[in-house]
């Protein structure tokens, strides 16, 4: 008879984690097991680029440690993978064939950086420590490193690497950021980031990489670097494979309601796993950031409860720092908004485009230079609120602070 617990958690990162918390906060007595196949406790993924340009160890990377487990009183079984889910048994086995029973299951699962086809020693992903371990290690006495893809994983790593290496972004698409911020904010963070000694090859690709005392990048566009490693950040997997193999939902993750819960009625999905409703136009979605992860998380575990809790709706939310600019994006950030409204300073850097929808209610915005007021427009988002801007027009208070923080 396998080892029976209330509730299973497989993940130990952002949405499990958040789910382990809200079981225990309203759930003292049953039993809870979580799993990961990482032998560590749960540690920030957001905080890898800061460990690997040194300015945090490895310690800084960890949200909590192994006595916040015994303390809740939840069964660790870290370093062990889950090999396969029996939705209809109630269990799932591990790779060292040992049975774990479950009432109710949560996947959490996340996501695993995509690889290119060419590959070497020293080409490297970063999702996991042991990446950011690595890439640390490959840095050391480097001169040049080369990135490609220009995201949340590439650019905060570049910018992190010490100031004295050369710096080599290369992208598909026609600007950086493209899957975050709107392309005005892409072209002023070019500008800066160039300035600032960024080498940028655009609509380009690494087609061969040959070793030897340094890599040689032959890129499509026929130029050549000379770089002392390779980074690649060009977007993740959801790790879906369980929940296929065990017969649940799996779109490009793992299909979830409003109750986050998959296609079967006591398994539970969230995070980078798993797809559901988009906050803005309800389009299913995988957000890829931390708070969906710690939102699906918190609302996959008080249904596990047995409570009715429906979650709106995810939202992109990227606050990051990129070459000593602050960065925010929220919500829906696409050119195609049916109005903007946007205020930039080139003396001082300071950009704010904020997305509207046909009624006026703030749907997104990007904000570069200072961020402070992302957590305002991630209000307004959630709130459905109108543009403050407008109710200025119509008489009504709000605007002045607003404005403030728009154009000051
Ligand atoms: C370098 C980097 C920078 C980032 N920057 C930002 C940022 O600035 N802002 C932001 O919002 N987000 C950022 N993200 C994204 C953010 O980290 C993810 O959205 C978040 O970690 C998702 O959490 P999760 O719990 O869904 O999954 P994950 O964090 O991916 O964790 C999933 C866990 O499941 C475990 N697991 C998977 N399969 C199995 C199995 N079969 N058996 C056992 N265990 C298993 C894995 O080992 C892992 O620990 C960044 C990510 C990276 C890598």
């Known amino acids: 008879m396998p080892q029976l617990y209330d509730f299973v958690i497989i993940g130990n990162s952002a949405a499990g984690l958040q789910a382990l918390r809200t ?216 790790n879906t494979q369980l929940a296929s193999a065990a017969g649940l939902q799996v779109n490009d993750g793992v299909l979830i309601d409003q109750f986050c819960c998959s296609s079967h009625p006591d398994i539970y999905a969230a995070g980078d796993a798993a797809e559901g409703a988009d906050f803005i136009d309800g389009e299913a979605t995988i957000q890829g950031n931390w708070m969906t992860a710690v939102e699906q998380g918190e609302h996959a575990a008080l249904n596990m409860l047995g409570f009715s809790a429906a979650y709106e709706g995810s939202l992109k939310n990227n606050i990051t720092e990129i070459f000593g600019i602050d960065v925010a994006a929220v919500g829906y950030c696409s050119d195609d908004a049916p109005e903007t409204v946007c205020n930039y300073s080139a003396d001082t850097g300071r950009f704010r485009k904020v997305f509207l929808d046909e009624q006026q209610r703030v749907i997104g915005a990007t904000m570069i230079g200072e961020t402070n007021d992302s957590g305002l427009y991630y209000q307004l988002v959630r709130t459905r609120s109108l543009f403050p801007g407008k109710q200025l027009l119509a008489g009504t208070a709000n605007y002045a602070q607003t404005q403030l923080r728009l154009a000051s």
């Open 23 to 238: 079981l225990r906060r309203h759930e003292r007595r049953k039993t809870i097991a979580i799993i990961d196949r990482e032998d560590c406790p749960a540690y920030s993924r957001v905080l890898t680029p800061y460990y690997v340009g040194g300015h945090i160890e490895r310690d800084g990377l960890d949200i909590v440690d192994q006595t916040f487990y015994q303390q809740l009183g939840v069964t660790t079984v870290f370093g062990q993978t889950v090999a396969s889910i029996n939705p209809e048994g109630h269990f799932l086995e591990l790779a060292d064939g040992e049975k774990v029973g479950f009432d109710k299951l949560l996947i959490a699962t996340g996501a695993e950086a995509r690889t290119l086809s060419v590959s070497s020693e020293r080409t490297t992903v970063l999702r996991h420590a042991a990446d950011a371990i690595k890439i640390r290690e490959l840095l050391s006495g480097a001169k040049a490193v080369t990135a490609i893809g220009a995201g949340l994983v590439s650019l905060p790593l570049l910018s992190h690497a010490a100031d004295v290496m050369e710096k080599h972004l290369v992208v598909g698409s026609n600007r950086i950021f493209s899957r975050v911020v709107d392309a005005e904010a892409s072209a002023i963070l070019e500008e800066s980031l160039q300035a600032k000694g960024l080498k940028l090859f655009k609509r380009n690709d690494v087609e061969n990489i040959a070793e030897g005392e340094r890599l040689t990048l032959s890129l499509k566009s026929g130029d050549k670097l000379q770089s002392d490693l390779l980074i690649v950040g060009k977007g993740v997997q959801p």
